[in-house]
């Protein structure tokens, strides 16, 4: 899953009407329903400090307070009001997982005991070797379960199957679906369709042939997160979309390539930036990479956009995520009524990809790669353009499945 950019300090700000962090939110949302979430909340800690009527402070728990935000989190899996779709995809809501116990909540709220207040929102963490060997383990896990996303994908598969199998091979693996519960998001991966730029939740409507859909997984295991996504093609595509999902895959790559001790998150962006500028596609601007590790979201973020003001230098023993998502058409983005799908402002597509990154004393190691039993459903992105001869040799010799000296090269 991915942070917002936009807000510099992301431990000062929360959201008042579903209580995500600033990093995942806008401050549009923070601002429109502050008063009426104000007034719950102090009515809520008046009756908790003793200081309100006697039928308040005997009233059972939880107050009206929580219940207000319990609401709140429901009413997006529920409740659709009028709006103004961007894109052809319509909306079918189905019934999302009863209220599911997380390594978040304190009770079923969803919210994360330690994460919006940690210092790790400020520092960025260098892992010990400890850590490090937990996260490679998790991260396979992650890779694995997204593995077995990709092969389930086809005409007539429903998200929500998607979802199913990723839950499954998670909890089957030992470990926790870290979306699911948090912040009230209701299910174990993000499935986000065409338009759809991210955090997509998985529902009842069918894949249709010429889809593109994006899966974006992560999982929780031994204390740690992994976090990745890639964009699949449902059936025969259109070849402006095939471009698409090519350009987002190797902005990744170029970006991955500049990652070692030393160089600054800024950078980043501006790689990613030229390549999909000279594509004629755009980057996302309201959404970035993030540290990970024992907390899903932390310092440092990563945007993807030119230009950007992202502060730090990459260090060895550091985890974390490049994730760009590139638009066909502008960079603009729009929030669905349930809080979490954000699309593309004109209804055009979108496409993600994403790995997990470790800084080495001598570059990178990316620990969501691709493993020698994935499917090898990305290769689709190229075979045209290995045909017609326009494709680079390090490419053609993945596609021959002969191996690279570079360790984040796709086999």
């Given amino acids: 899953m991915s942070g917002g950019s936009d807000v510099a300090d992301t431990t000062s700000l929360s959201c008042a009407r579903c209580g995500k962090p600033a990093h995942l939110h806008t401050q549009d949302c923070f601002k429109a329903s502050w008063s009426s979430h104000k007034a719950v909340h102090l009515k809520a800690k008046l009756s908790s400090l003793g200081t309100g009527t006697p039928h308040e402070q005997n ?12 609401k709140k989190g ?23 997982y009863s209220t599911y116990p997380s390594v978040y ?7 994360p005991k330690t994460e919006p207040n940690s210092d790790l929102q400020h520092v960025v963490e260098i892992k010990t070797p400890d850590q490090i060997e937990r996260m490679r383990e998790t991260c396979r896990i992650g890779r694995e379960v997204l593995d077995a996303a990709a092969r389930v994908i086809q005409p007539g598969v429903t998200t929500d199957e998607i979802d199913r199998v990723v839950h499954d091979a998670t909890i089957a693996a030992g470990g926790y679906p870290s979306p699911l519960n948090y912040h009230f998001f209701p299910k174990s991966c993000c499935t986000s369709v065409n338009e759809v730029i991210c955090h997509g939740i998985p529902d009842a409507r069918k894949l249709e042939d010429g889809d593109i859909v994006n899966v974006d997984v992560t999982v929780y295991y031994k204390g740690v997160h992994g976090d990745l996504n890639e964009t699949y093609f449902v059936g025969n595509v259109d070849e402006e979309s095939r471009r698409l999902v090519q350009c987002t895959y190797e902005s990744l790559e170029k970006a991955i390539a500049i990652v070692k001790p030393g160089v600054r998150f800024r950078e980043i962006g501006e790689v990613i930036n030229r390549h999909t500028t000279m594509s004629g596609f755009s980057v996302v601007k309201s959404y970035c990479g993030h540290g990970i590790g024992e907390l899903f979201h932390c310092a440092p973020n990563i945007p993807h956009y030119g230009r950007n003001k992202a502060v730090g230098v990459m260090k060895a023993g550091q985890t974390f995520t490049i994730e760009p998502m590139i638009n066909a058409g502008v960079w603009r983005d729009r929030m669905w009524p349930d809080g979490w799908t954000a699309v ?42 290995v045909v017609t001869g ?20 796709l086999h």
């Fill in 59 to 70: 009233s059972d728990l939880p107050n009206e307070g929580w219940q207000y935000c319990l």
């Fill in 74 to 96: 429901q009413a997006r899996t529920q409740k659709l009001p009028h709006f103004d779709w961007t894109g052809y995809f319509s909306r079918i809501m189905s019934a999302s």
């Fill in 105 to 111: 909540s304190s009770g079923i709220y969803g919210i």
């Fill in 344 to 385: 593309t402002a004109d209804g055009k597509r979108s496409a993600q990809f994403e790995h997990t990154l470790l800084v080495t004393e001598t570059g990178v190691e990316v620990l969501t790669g691709r493993l020698p039993s994935s499917p090898n459903v990305t290769a689709a992105i190229w075979m045209k353009h």
């Fill in 390 to 409: 326009h494709f680079i040799s390090s490419q053609q010799k993945w596609m021959a499945g002969a191996s690279s000296s570079i360790p984040w090269q």
